[in-house]
Each structure stands twice: as structure tokens, then as C-alpha cells.
């Protein structure tokens, strides 16, 4: 069940689940009719001899065995096994499973992508399909680090990062402002289409778990700073500090360059907070400069007005 086909895991307590729940019940019976069911892909089935050499019945043995729809119903049963056995025993649930022997390569992508309907399926759940995530994910493992890039996984309290962190780090890294402005207008945008830019620029085999590492203790300090500035400024300032964190996390990296990933120095907390006062400052005296009568929350929207700040600065 280890595969990077399983995009995410159960997601506990959603609408679509508690409705499951509702079911079993109030009418176990009626299970078989109202759920979507599972479908699970294996590398091979093989038919154990008893019973006669027929398919229609029999013991059949699955080899790799992943479910790619339907974990929210295999989750949300499980969770019932405790609290409500005497109707899991009347309730019914169909299973298709598919051999992928002999099958196209990529075929068993296209059945995960075009299976997901149950429960909303959003554009970073498909992340999971990438094996460079569970090649960083296992990577961080190794530095006693947590990486959790499917949805739905929580964060107890080992130290570590998510793909929203790492995927914001990723984007303001970039020598392009446009990685930038899209993690501030439309972060899900950067996870299109994982075979493709800009996904591919940001996530691919070249990188590194602890230069990512790096990358994301950079963004902590800064978002401490903009919530620090955000408690003690008002009016425009404030909205400065808030429309403007992720600029000013891309104008941090460039100031700092690859420093922060040879030097401890260089990503101390308190040698990171007076680079962001500095920078913060030329920040906003650029952008009422150039754009006083702009509206922040569509400034740093805005690609073309982007691109001039930085050119500016």
C-alpha cells in the first residue's frame, strides 16, 4: 500500500464521509447501492486452484495491491469496525480490481486521475503521483525529518515541512518573479500538471531534500517577521507587510544567495529578521513610489507590476 498511486490517505471527518457513516448506520442494507465502491490497481492477479479452474469464484491472489478509489470508504469503514460491528456486518461493498500485466505504461496513472470523484479531488492531490515527492519524502526520513505531501496526513510532533511550505520556498527561490507572484495569486496553479513546468522547475530529480530544508526555515523566519509586523502596523503598512510576504520572501532569497546553504550564520533567526526590516523598508518606500494609488491585494497579483518593483529595487 506504499505506492506513490495512492495520492492521498483518509481524510477523517468530511461531509462525503460522514454521509458514508450515515449509511451503515441507519441502512447498511442499501450500502451496495449508494457507495461509488473501491477500485484498486495490482501488478498481477493469479487464481489459487481450488474451486475449479473457473473465474467467476474462487481465492484470488493480488499481487502490490493499491487503492487509488475509494480510501475515504475503506477509511471510514475501518473507523466503524469498533464503534458499529453488527451493521458492518450487513453492509456490502463492491471492489474492482485491475491487473496491470501486460497493460500500456501509463495506464495506471489515467485510471487514478479519472477514478477520483467520491470526495473532491483538488490539483495537489495528483502531486502524489510524483515519485520525485516520495524520493524526498523518504530523503527527509532519513534526516529524522517529516515530509507530508498527500492530503489529509497530519503533523504530529516530529519536525519537519509540507508541501505547501515546500512548494512556496520552491517558487520564491526562483530568480523569476513570476513564481512568486503565482504562489501569491493562485498557488494550485504551480501544480497543474506535474509532468511540466512550472512544476517540473520547482520539484524534479535535482532537488536536494536539505537545500529544500534550507529553503523552508528561510520562509519560517519571514512569515514570523510579517506576523510580528502585522500585530504592531496599521493602514497601509499593514497591508504592505500582508499582500507582500511572498515578494519579500523572493527578495530575501536573492539578497541571501547560495549562503544559506553552506552557512549556519547566514539563516539565524535574528540575522534573518534585520535582513526582512531592511528589505521590508526599501520594499515599501518602492511601492509607494511607483504605485500609490494601487490597491496592495491586486499589486502583488499583478505579473506586469511585479516584474517593475523588482526591476526598481
Keep these: 500500500m506504499g505506492s506513490t498511486l495512492n495520492i492521498r490517505v483518509y481524510l477523517g471527518e468530511t461531509d462525503v464521509n460522514d454521509g458514508i457513516t450515515e449509511t451503515i448506520d441507519s441502512t447498511p442494507e442499501f450500502f451496495w447501492y449508494f457507495n461509488n465502491g473501491i477500485t484498486a490497481l495490482c ?3 493469479d487464481k489459487k486452484p481450488i474451486g475449479g ?3 467467476e469464484t474462487g481465492i484470488f491472489e493480488c499481487t502490490n495491491l493499491k487503492i487509488v478509489n475509494g480510501a475515504q470508504t475503506v477509511g471510514t ?3 466503524l469496525l469498533r464503534k458499529n460491528p453488527e451493521n458492518l456486518e450487513k453492509t456490502r461493498v463492491w471492489i474492482r480490481i485491475i491487473s496491470l500485466e501486460n497493460a500500456d505504461e501509463g495506464l495506471a496513472k489515467n485510471i487514478t486521475k479519472t477514478n477520483n470523484t467520491q470526495n473532491r479531488i483538488e490539483k495537489r492531490d495528483f502531486v ?3 515519485p520525485e515527492q516520495k524520493r524526498l519524502h523518504d530523503e527527509f526520513n532519513i534526516e529524522s525529518l517529516v515530509y507530508l505531501y498527500k492530503s489529509g496526513e497530519l503533523r504530529g510532533e516530529e519536525e519537519g515541512l509540507d508541501l505547501v511550505e515546500a512548494t512556496v520556498a520552491r517558487a520564491c527561490v526562483q530568480d523569476d518573479i513570476q513564481f512568486t507572484y503565482q504562489a501569491k495569486r493562485e498557488i494550485s496553479k504551480l501544480w497543474d500538471d506535474i509532468e511540466k513546468p512550472p512544476y517540473k522547475i520547482l520539484f524534479n530529480s ?3 531534500c ?4 534550507r529553503e523552508v526555515q528561510v520562509l519560517r523566519v ?3 517577521f510579517v506576523a510580528d509586523k502585522k500585530r504592531v502596523l496599521y493602514g497601509r503598512d499593514k497591508l504592505m507587510v500582508t499582500h507582500g510576504n511572498r515578494f519579500l520572501l523572493h527578495l530575501i532569497f536573492r539578497e541571501l544567495g547560495d549562503e544559506i546553504y553552506t552557512s549556519d550564520e547566514i539563516i539565524r533567526e535574528e540575522h534573518l529578521l534585520e535582513k526582512c526590516e531592511g528589505l521590508f523598508s526599501r520594499l515599501n518606500r518602492k511601492v509607494n513610489d511607483l504605485y500609490q494609488e494601487s490597491v496592495l491585494g491586486s499589486l502583488f497579483k499583478n505579473l506586469t507590476k511585479c516584474r517593475h518593483i523588482k526591476e526598481e529595487l
Excluded at 536539505?210 to 530544508?213: A, I, M, P, S
Aim: hydrophobic share 35%; no cysteine.
Design 128 to 130: 502524489a503521483l510524483d
Design 53 to 55: 479452474t473457473g473465474h
Design 210 to 213: 536539505l537545500k529544500l530544508w
Design 43 to 45: 501488478d498481477k492477479i
Design 77 to 79: 469503514i475501518h473507523s
Design 206 to 208: 535535482s532537488t536536494q
Design 222 to 224: 519571514v512569515e514570523k
